[in-house]
């Protein structure tokens, strides 16, 4: 069965360091990887997946399908980067989604 | 575009007392899933449904069942509630057949319906 492995529930940086947030997945296909942001008081949404290899808000992730990571990462992070993140994965077939269970990335001024 | 709508908002419940959850896709979507957030945890995949059809069901006991109606929009009933049923109730609609290709046919969350059971 599919499993997204999230080692990080809490984590925390100051303004302008680097952020990674880790994801480990395990699924026997070719999984389809997204990561998805929470704000405080908003819904969740999606940030970037793997496929588009695209850059949001300055994150980028990159698909490691030997170590099974679609670690998350930014150079230099701002406070409104402050939000819960989760990592999550997709069967192809069906579009159902599993979830880590997150992580919550506070940035100190 | 309003996006995923979903109501109530919040709701509190008797245990054993039965519970329907509405939601209204995003304009041009047709597939509707439905997740479960308890405190602290990613979402759980509940159901999902296209053409009014439960196409596919993640690990949760059948006293959770669901419709979709003709015109997309999903309801998600619970029975003979449980303390543990409190949660954060979300929908996502996306368009059939997306596998992440177009994002703007993507999953799009709803904000919830926080049920607490007492």
């Known amino acids: 069965a599919q499993r997204v492995t999230q080692p990080e529930k809490l984590l925390s940086v100051f303004k302008g360091a680097p952020v990674e947030l880790k994801c480990n997945y395990s699924y026997s296909g070719s999984p389809e990887l997204f990561w998805y942001v929470q704000y405080s008081r908003q819904r969740l949404q999606l940030l970037l997946r793997h496929i588009s290899r695209e850059s949001i808000k300055g994150f980028t992730a990159d698909l490691n399908k030997g170590e099974t990571s679609f670690h998350l990462k930014k150079p230099f992070a701002q406070e409104e980067d402050s939000a819960m993140y989760y990592c999550?994965?997709?069967?192809?077939?069906?579009?159902?989604?599993?979830f880590g269970q997150g992580t919550i990335l506070t940035v100190h001024p | 575009d309003a996006g995923v709508t979903q109501s109530p908002t919040h709701l509190i419940k008797t245990r054993g007392q039965q519970v329907t959850l509405r939601c209204s896709p995003k304009?041009?979507?047709?597939?509707v899933s439905w997740y479960q957030q308890a405190l602290g945890q990613g979402p759980q995949f509940i159901f999902q449904?296209?053409?009014?059809?439960?196409?596919q069901r993640g690990n949760f006991p059948d006293r959770f069942s669901g419709h979709q109606f003709p015109n997309y929009s999903s309801e998600l009933n619970v029975n003979a509630l449980l303390l543990g049923d409190s949660a954060l109730y979300l929908c996502?609609?996306?368009?059939?057949?997306?596998?992440?290709?177009?994002?703007?046919?993507?999953?799009?969350f709803g904000s919830g319906t926080r049920l607490t059971v007492v």
């Open positions: 449904y296209y053409e009014e059809e439960e196409r």
């Open positions: 304009s041009g979507h047709d597939t």
């Open positions: 999550a994965l997709m069967e192809p077939s069906y579009g159902k989604l599993t």
């Open positions: 996502a609609s996306s368009l059939a057949g997306w596998t992440g290709g177009h994002l703007g046919y993507g999953y799009t």
